[in-house]
């Protein structure tokens, strides 16, 4: 079973709209992070957000909030306001267990996002 | 501050050669990945260290792929002889570790092109 699922491959959005990218996750873990990075066409991966498992609050980086809802195991990245620089590949991904102790992550596949003037 | 660090940004090479690739990490940060992206099989870590010694390798596809770390500012990824199939993306990231977050820190990638 995956253990990160993006079920949507490819999104569209009109600019300054707001869009939400899905994620869930499936762990037994108590302790775990949640992570959304970027990449953009011109091939970088660009980290954007962070939701550890005991953040109380959603976490949000600008546009950018993760909208975390535990119980249903899914954290799906918001971007509002949309601009033209924000089409490109979102990953989402885990790592499971406290920090410190296992460091690799889980990917999705991505969503591919492409914004509309 | 300087990013991660990795060269070449852009390998063509025949099959059958040795192919090396190189990576800085952030200074100060504990831990380095190789990742491997492709179409076909998305984004794949290939092998992690902490503390310059490997934790996982499982992702090393075959014996042709070797990964070292011999100080915390510098790791090789070899292949050696290298195929068509190699061809791919190959990342390197790094991360500080600690109790909060572990985020990783992405370079620009190499690209790979086995003809």
């Known amino acids: 079973a995956q253990k990160i699922t993006q079920t949507q491959p490819g999104m569209f959005v009109q600019e300054k709209e707001a869009v939400t990218l899905d994620c869930t996750y499936d762990t037994s873990d108590q302790s775990y992070g949640l992570f959304w990075y970027k990449q953009p066409s011109s091939g970088e991966m660009i980290f954007l957000i962070y939701?550890?498992?005991?953040d109380e609050q959603n976490a949000t980086e600008g546009r950018y909030s993760l909208n975390f809802q535990k119980a249903r195991k899914s954290a799906n990245l918001v971007i509002s306001a949309s601009q033209l620089g924000d089409s490109a590949m979102y990953f989402c991904?885990?790592?499971?267990?406290?920090?410190?102790?296992?460091?690799?992550?889980?990917w999705g596949l991505g969503t591919s996002l492409a914004v509309n003037p | 501050d300087a990013g991660v660090i990795q060269s070449p940004r852009h390998e063509v090479t025949e099959m059958g050669q040795e192919v090396t690739l190189r990576c800085k990490p952030i200074s100060g940060h504990n831990s380095l990945f190789w990742y491997r992206q492709t179409m076909m099989r998305g984004l794949e870590l290939l092998i992690y260290?902490?503390?310059?010694?490997?934790?996982?390798d499982s992702g090393m596809p075959e014996d042709r792929f070797s990964a070292k770390m011999p100080n915390a500012s510098f790791s090789t990824l070899k292949i050696q002889p290298s195929e068509p199939r190699d061809s791919a993306v190959y990342f390197c990231?790094?991360?500080?570790?600690?109790?909060?977050?572990?985020?990783?820190?992405f370079g620009p990638g190499t690209r790979l092109t086995v003809l």
């Open positions: 990231a790094s991360s500080l570790g600690g109790l909060l977050t572990d985020t990783q820190y």
């Open positions: 939701q550890g498992s005991y």
């Open positions: 991904a885990m790592r499971e267990g406290q920090a410190g102790n296992n460091r690799k992550l889980i």
């Open positions: 260290f902490n503390n310059n010694v490997p934790i996982d």
